[in-house]
Nanobody, 121 residues
């Protein structure tokens, strides 16, 4: 079974820093893009950042300059380092990967269960 497991998150004060990480299970054959998404309480899930398999990253304007996405292909992990956090960054952070389960499988999106970040004012 393909799994993405997030960790990290927690409580931080405004202006503080926090990291969330995500590890993909070894049952995945190949991973392309890895992404982070954010869902504020009562709102739709939104894209935050993407990193390609060769390390190219892109960010939503709301986090540009504050968040950094990175990955370790050997460990199958993707990390989101969050700095200068604001109360509006409070919510669930979801990991997402575009991956193949087997060499002949279709590419599809896989999702983690989400990890909570709370930024106090």
């Amino acid at each position: 079974q393909v799994q993405l497991v997030e960790s990290g998150g927690g409580l931080v004060q405004t202006g503080g820093s926090l990291s969330v990480s995500c590890t993909a299970s070894k049952t995945i054959f190949k991973i392309e893009d890895m992404r982070w998404h954010f869902q504020a309480p009562g709102k739709q899930r939104e894209w935050v950042a993407t990193i390609t398999a060769d390390g190219r990253s892109s960010y939503d304007d709301s986090v540009k300059g504050r968040f950094t996405i990175s990955r370790d292909n050997t460990k199958r992990t993707v990390l989101l380092e969050m700095n200068s956090l604001k109360p509006e960054d409070t919510g669930l952070y979801y990991c997402n990967a575009v991956a193949q389960r087997n060499y002949d499988s279709d590419w599809r999106d896989y999702w983690g269960q989400g990890t909570q970040v709370f930024v106090s004012s």
